[in-house]
């Protein structure tokens, strides 16, 4: 009875001192109730962001969700290429052609001013603090200013011209390159460049035998990925300056001859699709 | 004698001279003759190729270049040297900003849900590699299709205004996060999954405690990258589809109105709104990393 007791009491004892040493274990165990919290803040924090959104800007879910059906019954209906549409196929290529072209000679034109600019921007090539500072302003301007505005602007004295086109989408692709390159350059070539410098080597000759080799990978991956982004956003500028495969787009969409603009889509899908799978075979072998 | 018997024998020799290339001049080539290289030279070759071809052939309309060129840096410079508002008051322009604030938070929002369901059918550690193949090609077709063309389908359908918008915008984040998803979900650690299996947990089990915890932070990064993303297209779309927003608002003083104070204006608006955002993403990244 005696020695019953006198275990409890031990035990007892334990428990209390266990109770005192407590702080630690509760500490490890409120890792999870911590996560557990953060996750219901987090997640009630996007259903009130939800919320407010969808009465900003008079939302209905229920229009939203009966809504997919209805396209996708009318897309099987309407949407699809008729007699009159194919007719009209070798204009639309031709057209589809002359955005690709566009995209293409868009990005090889900002790629290389912005490779040069980046130069500047970059810490390996030890510019100027102030010049690489400038640098980084305009590439965050560029980037920055909607093509839409580019567009509107250069509508005034270009009017509706490929050109139009040509600067509103280089302006946009020279900004987020030139930010683009230089974290590349930053990342890829550090250590070759501080060996190159150790070496002796000027600024000129670590740029052409460190830098440029070992971010040209980056780099062409960098194009490739702008080429592909630039078809897609020139089938919105063509649209506002009436040019390339967008305006071809929305006057049939405008005339409501829903069959050549299905055909506009098909032929749109098929080059992204295409440049896609282009480029990441490149990629594979570059990379 | 015997020794140099010995030299000559070994391949060492010879070899290095096989592999030295010198340049014409007679200096040593110092870097590797490799296929990454030559196809990189090939790849620019083509891109450049291709852009002289395009100069050489676009149809430019008789355009007086150093005409357009000087009026459009005079423009640039009323555009951005004397912004003002006329046709809309600030409260008004900030509204539309909110509005267009919120289509992008509503398609991201939609988007992120949909992409973690698609993207756990999509990555291929653990889905089918049927279901896989099957749902990357149906996403790559959606992805190819451009964010307008999408919001001008779903007008037909839905009529003009946000749902068209939102669904539009939903359609293309879709199509992104799942493949960036993916590729997060792909880069979690094999063996975290095999031994959760062999413990017995269920798929759900797998995806709630080992994938969910170890790429969130990568994901969280890809949706407010993708949040930047549908902000600026939600300004897109707002001015060539008529969605509403500050987009409209642009598309009316620059196409209507030919006011370029009050495009000015705007424009400087919808920067202080991209670069807030910039900064916004950037601390929340470092948060979560």
């Known amino acids: 009875m005696q020695s019953k007791q006198v275990n409890k009491k031990v035990y007892n004892d334990k428990t209390e001192n266990n109770a005192e040493r407590a702080p630690r274990p509760e500490k490890q165990t409120s890792i999870f109730v911590k996560r557990k919290r953060s996750f219901t803040l987090v997640f009630l924090g996007i259903i009130a962001l939800f919320a407010v959104s969808a009465l900003i800007t008079e939302y209905n879910v229920i229009t939203g969700f009966e809504s997919i059906p209805k396209a996708v019954v009318w897309m099987a209906k309407q949407f699809i290429p008729d007699a009159k549409a194919w007719s009209r196929l070798s204009s639309i290529l031709k057209k589809l052609a002359e955005t690709a072209l566009v995209s293409v000679a868009v990005t090889v034109c900002a790629a290389i001013c912005a490779f040069f600019l980046s130069l500047f921007g970059t810490k390996t090539t030890k510019a100027h603090p102030l010049v690489a500072r400038i640098v980084r302003i305009i590439a965050a301007f560029f980037r920055n200013v909607p093509d839409v505005v580019w567009a509107m602007l250069l509508l005034f004295s270009f009017g509706q011209n490929i050109l139009t086109g040509f600067f509103a989408l280089f302006f946009a692709t020279f900004g987020m390159l030139t930010r683009a390159f230089i974290e590349t350059i930053d990342e890829v070539s550090a250590s070759c460049v501080e060996a190159l410098y150790a070496t002796g080597a000027t600024s000129l000759q670590t740029v052409f035998n460190g830098v440029i080799p070992s971010s040209m990978p980056e780099i062409v991956s960098w194009v490739l990925y702008m080429i592909e982004t630039n078809i897609r956003s020139s089938t919105l500028i063509g649209m506002l300056t009436a040019t390339g495969i967008g305006y071809l787009f929305d006057l049939y969409y405008k005339r409501m001859d829903y069959g050549s603009a299905s055909l506009v889509v098909i032929a749109i899908v098929i080059l992204v699709i295409a440049i896609e799978i282009i480029s990441n075979r490149i990629r594979k072998v570059i990379m | ?289």
């Open chain 2, 1 to 289: 004698m015997s020794e140099l018997n010995m030299t000559e024998k070994l391949p060492v020799y010879i070899d290095i001279k096989e592999y030295m290339r010198k340049t014409r001049s007679g200096k040593i080539k110092t870097t590797a003759k490799s296929k990454g290289g030559i196809a990189i030279r090939i790849t620019i070759f083509a891109l450049v190729a291709l852009t002289v071809y395009g100069f050489l052939t676009f149809d430019y309309k008789d355009i007086d270049m150093a005409k357009a060129v000087a009026g459009t840096w005079n423009n640039a410079k009323v555009l951005f040297g004397q912004p003002k508002l006329t046709y809309n008051t600030l409260a008004g322009a900030l509204k539309e900003l909110l509005v267009t604030f919120s289509l992008g938070a509503l398609s991201t929002i939609f988007g992120a849900i949909i992409a973690f369901f698609g993207a756990l059918l999509c990555a291929k550690n653990i889905a089918n590699p049927i279901v896989s193949g099957i749902t990357k090609s149906f996403v790559a077709f959606i992805r190819a299709v451009p964010t307008i063309l999408w919001v001008l389908i779903f007008t037909v359908a839905a009529g003009l205004g946000s749902v068209a918008a939102v669904i539009g915008l939903t359609f293309h984040s879709c199509g992104y996060l799942i493949k960036a998803y993916a590729e997060s979900i792909e880069e979690v650690d094999a063996g975290t999954i095999e031994a959760l299996k062999a413990s017995g947990a269920s798929f759900w089990q797998i995806v709630f405690q080992a994938m969910l915890p170890s790429s969130i932070s990568r994901m969280t990064a890809w949706t407010f990258l993708r949040f930047e993303i549908n902000f600026t297209n939600a300004i897109a779309v707002g001015a060539a589809a008529g969605a509403g927003g500050i987009g409209f608002d642009l598309y009316m003083a620059g196409s209507h109105y030919f006011d370029l104070r009050e495009l000015g204006f705007i424009t400087y608006i919808v920067f202080a709104a991209v670069i807030l955002l910039e900064i916004l993403a950037t601390g929340i990244k470092a948060k979560v990393k």
